[in-house]
Structures are given as structure tokens and as C-alpha cells.
């Protein structure tokens, strides 16, 4: 007889824990392959889901800002709550040369904004008039792209683009007279004058295309009889500077004259509706763990079933429950490793083919967003490496439940099969 | 290996230096409870000496497999205790009694005895690496013990690849490595055939006597009863005949 407790060694007992959770596994191949893409599919779907919205986030804020937006916008304080005329920026010298100067500031279109009463010889509308630069406008917003029917500003004299919808509306097409009513600044008399239409434009969005017209910036500020203007739209170097509170910009375009918002903040419900749909992410990963989770039980629940007379055996001749907990535990990391693996390969490669064709969801309006353009799937490192090893962890915490059963059991119980 | 001479010697051997291995008092183990109540063993009072081979027989549903769990600590008495080498083992806790059996007690069961997953060699070494036995020691005594049990060349088979007999000789060669104080089997032969099981039967008994190892083992067929040296008889959980042949 011989006792070795003095040289038993739990690391010794690693080698074998090891041999036997991994041959286990593959002792039921159909069952573990099997498993395994139930666990690599719902990873592929979690990545998927995540590229999706992060595609889409990105070109939904595309979209907005860059037809007609912009990443951030300079107003004077309090134009943007009363939308009053008289607010507007006087000294558009030495600001645009402020802009003009900073590095982060790719371009910038100024913008005079006034409500107007439009009419043709058939009818009236009220729509908002917009006075931009020509050149300035097009290095800014989609105005220019969104021409449907004859030209685009020129900088002459009377020249109006029309949206679409107002246009028809109005019932005129390009040449026909139009009259274009405003209250001018101070003191609000009544200011008239004559345009005739020199182009239709479309931005396939209702709100735009309804109420929307554009006349050259030095004849609104003629019109409303302003030397300034209302807006300044600005298109940032890259969208990241919008979030970055720390540039210098924001601070020498914000002061108790000016205010300068990011497009987060302009369009409040579309931040907060991009905040939802990262939500998804979360919704949709949740439920796959679950099942995920659920499935696994069930698979290790059956193989131990299967294995019980065989844990007795490892019980009865010594084997430490602990060790038998380990194991199982074990069996669950390995699939899980296995699961990644397939599951990181294959989502990488819906991924990376979203990411290259794009998912058309064209004319498909979110919260008055028109997604004009398809939704080209953007793979996040980061999220395939966190993702990932969630499922890895998920696996092995699914485990835990049948481990601790297999553990647990008697071992006179787990072999009446064979006693 | 069945030198009549040597077997002697060792008996004598056995009788004159013999110390407790097995006791058990007023031992009892009850399943269910009312009208399903069975008493599976009822005030079993066994004491079984290092060196015995010693067979437990008795009908179907008599107790034996029960006895044999208690006595491995691989059940737990409805009353009455069990001791090993003096231990008390209802006092171990599961980590304890585990260790316990690991290195006090070898099993051999009826059968699907082996870890499938593992080659016979390693289903042999399995035990001694719990125990954390060098490598070189492992290698050592698993071949003296596949030469002994007349299994070389075919170390590296796994369960599925050995017949019956095989099987129960690994099983056997496993038990024993570890060099246990006792050896308990349920049943050993019952799934092989006749011959096969005599011939297990005597290599068990060649190693009772060449290693003075004490087995306990339960069977239904008289033609391995026949070669055991002392005879326990269960009757509906009881202990009806205990006797010595010499
Ligand atoms: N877990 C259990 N639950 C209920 N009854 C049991 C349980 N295990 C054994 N028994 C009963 O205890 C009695 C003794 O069973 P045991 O298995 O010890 O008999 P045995 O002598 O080994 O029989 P066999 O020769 O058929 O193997 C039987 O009547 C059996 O039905
Ligand atoms: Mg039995």
C-alpha cells in the first residue's frame, strides 16, 4: 500500500484532464459539429447585425449631413429657437477668414434663411427661402447633385431653383415668373421680388422637396435687406471632428455672439434614434446567447446522459468531482474555441462581402431619412474580438450547469447500468 | 505462474500475519421508503483480512452489488459503518473519500469498465497520474502489469478495440497498479464466457498470491466460486453463511 498525498500534484492531473476533454468531444462528431455551427451561426448573426448597424448608422448621418446639413453649423445665439431674420451674423468678413483658416474646416456655405410666401400665376405656397453662395453651396451640401430640370445657380439676377413638389404645386416649370414675398429685417415691411425659375431640384426627401427654394445669397440679403447671414453650414475634414469637443474650432466659433452645434446636436432625434439602433446590436446578441446558452445545456445535458456510466467509473476510481467539473467545463471552452473560430472565418466573410456590395435599402424613409443610397456593411475589429470572446464566455457559462450535475453525481447511481 | 508450492507458503503466509483490511458493523442500507421500502442489506457484520480472496455470493436481488458499493465507498449506509484499514469512511468528506479510493481501493465492475476515450495503457495509467506518479515509474509498472495480465502489444487499443476478456484483464491490470489495499469486484466474469472468466479468475488469484493484494468479489457462477478461499453467502440482505477453505 502506498499513499500519495504528500506528492499529489493537481498540475499533473492538468494533462489528463485535458486528453480527455478533448477526445470527448470528438467522440460524437455530428453532435459537436453540429453544436458548434448552432454557436458559430449565432456569432456570425451578432457580427452581422452589429456590421448592419454600424453601416447604417454611418450612412444615415452621411445622408443627413451631407445633403444638406452639414457636420456642424454656426448660427447667431438664438437664431435657432426663434428662426427671427434680425439674428443673423454681422461680420462674415473676418469669420469666413477664420474658417477659411482652420485646418478641420474642409469648406463652408453661408446661408440666408427666410420664410417667404411663393407665387405663380396659378397659386401660392409658403416655403423657405434659402440664399446660398453658388460655388460655396456645392463644396457643402447635395444641392447641386440634386438638380432634376435646368440649371443650377449661377450667381445671376433672379434666378430660383424650385424642390420638386413645389414646383408642382405651383404648377410652373422652368422659365415661368414667380413673386416671392418676405417681411424684411427690423422693422418687417413687406418686400417683394420677381424670379423666374431656373431649375428644379429633388432631394427625394417630402419635407425638403415641398418647402424649399434657393436664390442667390446677395439677392436675399438685398431682399430681407440684411448685411449678413443666418447660417454658415461647415463640412468638417472627417465626421469623427464632430464629436471632438476638444478641437479649437468649437471654441473660437462659440462665444456669446456665435453658436456652433455638431449635427448631433442640430438633429437631436437622429442621435437619438442612432442610439436605438445600436441597441439592436445588444437586443439581438442577447437572444442568440440565450439560445445559444439553452442549446448547449441541452447537447452537454445529452452527452453526459450518454456518459454517465463512464463518470462513474471516473468517480468510483478516484477522480476528484472537481476534476470531472473541470472537464466538462473544458469540453465547453473547446467547442466554444472551435465555434469562434468557424464563426469569426464566416462572419468575416458575409462581413467583408456586405461591406463591399452594400445592402440596398433604397426609398426606404426612417423618421423622414430617406436611405438613398445602399448600406455598405462596416467591420469593427473591436467588436468581432468582444464578440467573440463573449461566445467563448457564454459557452463556457452554459456549462457550468451540466459540470456541476456531472459533479455531483453518485457513483453508485451513475453505474446501476452495470452493477 | 501456478506453482502449488509457493501458493501454500504465501497462505500460510497470510494466515499467520493477518491484519484487518475490511470491517464492516451492523451495516444496513435501505432503498425507498414505506411500502416500497427494500432492505437491500440488513446488520451485515463482515471482517476480511489482508490477503483474502474472498467471494460474496448469493441470488439475484440478495445484496451483493450493495455490499460491495458500501464497502468502496461509493454508496453511503443507511446505518452501520464501514472501515478501511481502520479509517471510518462515512467521516470523509467527498474530496477525502475520493483521494480515499483513489489510492486504498481498486474497482473492477461487470463491465464497460474503461474510459472509451483513453488507449488501455492510458485507462492503466490513468490512476497513477491522479496519484502524480513520474512518468518513468508509470512506464515501469504499466508494462510489468500488461506482461502480468498477459496483455503486450496492445497498449496503445482503445476499450472498443479489445474483446470482453481483454477489457476486464485492462480493468483488472488497472485496479491493481495502483497497488490498493483491497480489490473489489462486482461480477467480474458475469459477461464473459466460461472460459474466459476462469482464466481471469486465476490470473486475479495468481496476483492475490504472488502480491498478497486482498480482493473481495461477487459472482453467480460455481465454477469461479469453486476457486475462491473463503465463501460469503447473502440471502434478502443478510449474511446466512460465511466459510474458509484451506
Ligand atoms: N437504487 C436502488 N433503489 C431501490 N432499490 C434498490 C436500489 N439498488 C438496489 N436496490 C434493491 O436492493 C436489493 C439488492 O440489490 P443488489 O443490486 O445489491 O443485488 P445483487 O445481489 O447485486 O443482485 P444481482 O446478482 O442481480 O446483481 C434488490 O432488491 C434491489 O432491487
Ligand atoms: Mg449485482
Known amino acids: 500500500m502506498k499513499i500519495n498525498n504528500a506528492s499529489y500534484d493537481e498540475n499533473k492531473t492538468t494533462g489528463i484532464v485535458v486528453r480527455l476533454a478533448n477526445r470527448s468531444i470528438f467522440r460524437n462528431t455530428r453532435r459537436t459539429l453540429l453544436t458548434v455551427l448552432l454557436i458559430s451561426c449565432s456569432l456570425v448573426a451578432i457580427l452581422f447585425t452589429d456590421a448592419f448597424v454600424r453601416g447604417m448608422v454611418s450612412t444615415m448621418v452621411k445622408i443627413s449631413t451631407q445633403t444638406f446639413l452639414g457636420e456642424a453649423q454656426v448660427h447667431q445665439q438664438g437664431f435657432r429657437a426663434t428662426n427671427d431674420i434680425d439674428l443673423y451674423i454681422e461680420d462674415t468678413h473676418t469669420l469666413f477668414s477664420k474658417i477659411a483658416e482652420t485646418e478641420a474646416i474642409q469648406a463652408y456655405a453661408p446661408r440666408v434663411i427666410s420664410g417667404a410666401m411663393t407665387s405663380s400665376s396659378d397659386n401660392v405656397a409658403a416655403a423657405i427661402i434659402y440664399g446660398v453662395d453658388s460655388d460655396k453651396e456645392a463644396q457643402v451640401s447635395k444641392l447641386k447633385q440634386a438638380m432634376v430640370d435646368g440649371q443650377y445657380l449661377s450667381g445671376k439676377e433672379s434666378e430660383i431653383l424650385l424642390g420638386q413638389r413645389l414646383a408642382e404645386l405651383l404648377e410652373v416649370s422652368l422659365g415661368d415668373r414667380l413673386v416671392v414675398t418676405v417681411s424684411q429685417a427690423h422693422g418687417g415691411d413687406l418686400s417683394q421680388a420677381l424670379f423666374r425659375v431656373s431649375g428644379i431640384f429633388s432631394f427625394n426627401e417630402r419635407n425638403m422637396d415641398n418647402g424649399m427654394a434657393f436664390i442667390n445669397l446677395s439677392q436675399a440679403q438685398e431682399l430681407l435687406s440684411i448685411n449678413g447671414v443666418h447660417e454658415i453650414a461647415l463640412r468638417l475634414q472627417n465626421l469623427n471632428q464632430a464629436d471632438d469637443k476638444t478641437l479649437l474650432f468649437w471654441q473660437a466659433l462659440n462665444n456669446e455672439k456665435l453658436e456652433t452645434l455638431a449635427w448631433q446636436d442640430l438633429v437631436p432625434q437622429l442621435s437619438s434614434m442612432l442610439a436605438m439602433t445600436e441597441y439592436s446590436t445588444l437586443i439581438v446578441s442577447t437572444i442568440l446567447y440565450v439560445l445559444v446558452c439553452l442549446g448547449l445545456i441541452n447537447t452537454m445535458f445529452m452527452s453526459i446522459f450518454e456518459r454517465q456510466t463512464e463518470f462513474g467509473i471516473l468517480l468510483a476510481i478516484g477522480t476528484r468531482p472537481k476534476q470531472l467539473f473541470i472537464q466538462i467545463l473544458l469540453e465547453g471552452f473547446f467547442i466554444g474555441l472551435l465555434s469562434i473560430v468557424l464563426g469569426v472565418i464566416l462572419a468575416f466573410i458575409v462581413c467583408y462581402w456586405g461591406s463591399i456590395t452594400g445592402i440596398d435599402y433604397t426609398d426606404l424613409e426612417m423618421t423622414g431619412l430617406t436611405l438613398n443610397e445602399p448600406i455598405y456593411l462596416i467591420l469593427d475589429t473591436m467588436s468581432f474580438i468582444k464578440m467573440a470572446f463573449a461566445t467563448l464566455l457564454v459557452t463556457i457559462l452554459a456549462c457550468i450547469y451540466p459540470a456541476v450535475h456531472a459533479a455531483k453525481l453518485q457513483p453508485s447511481f451513475a453505474m446501476r447500468k452495470t452493477l | ?246
Open chain 2, 1 to 246: 505462474m501456478n506453482n502449488i508450492a509457493q501458493n501454500n507458503t504465501q497462505k500460510r503466509d497470510v494466515l499467520v500475519n493477518s491484519t484487518t483490511v475490511i470491517e464492516t458493523k451492523m451495516l444496513c442500507r435501505h432503498f425507498g421508503q414505506g411500502d416500497t421500502l427494500v432492505n437491500a442489506l440488513t446488520d451485515a457484520n463482515l471482517t476480511i483480512n489482508k490477503g483474502e480472496f474472498t467471494t460474496i455470493i448469493g441470488p439475484s436481488g440478495s445484496g451483493k452489488s450493495t455490499l460491495l458499493q458500501l464497502i468502496g465507498g461509493l454508496d453511503t449506509p443507511t446505518s452501520g459503518e464501514v472501515l478501511l484499514d481502520n479509517k471510518h469512511i462515512s467521516q470523509m468528506t467527498g474530496t477525502e473519500l475520493s483521494d480515499f479510493r483513489r489510492d486504498h481501493i481498486g474497482f473492477i465492475f461487470q463491465a464497460y469498465n474503461l474510459i472509451p476515450v483513453l488507449s488501455a495503457k492510458e485507462n492503466i495509467e490513468y490512476i497513477m497520474l491522479l496519484q502524480g506518479i513520474s512518468a518513468q515509474e508509470r512506464a515501469k509498472r504499466v508494462s510489468a502489469i500488461m506482461h502480468d495480465v498477459g496483455l503486450e502489444g496492445l497498449e496503445n487499443r482503445r476499450p472498443a478495440q479489445l474483446s470482453g476478456g481483454q477489457q476486464q484483464r485492462v480493468a483488472v491490470a488497472r485496479a491493481m497498479v495502483s497497488e490498493p489495499s483491497i480489490i473489489l469486484a462486482d461480477e467480474p466474469t458475469a459477461n464473459l464466457d466460461s472460459k474466459t472468466g476462469i482464466e481471469l479468475l486465476d490470473m486475479m488469484k495468481t496476483l492475490n498470491e504472488e502480491q498478497k493484494m486482498t480482493f473481495v468479489f461477487s459472482t453467480h457462477d460455481p465454477k469461479i466460486m469453486e476457486r475462491a478461499k473463503r465463501i460469503i453467502r447473502l440471502e434478502d440482505g443478510c449474511i446466512v453463511d460465511d466459510e474458509c477453505f484451506s
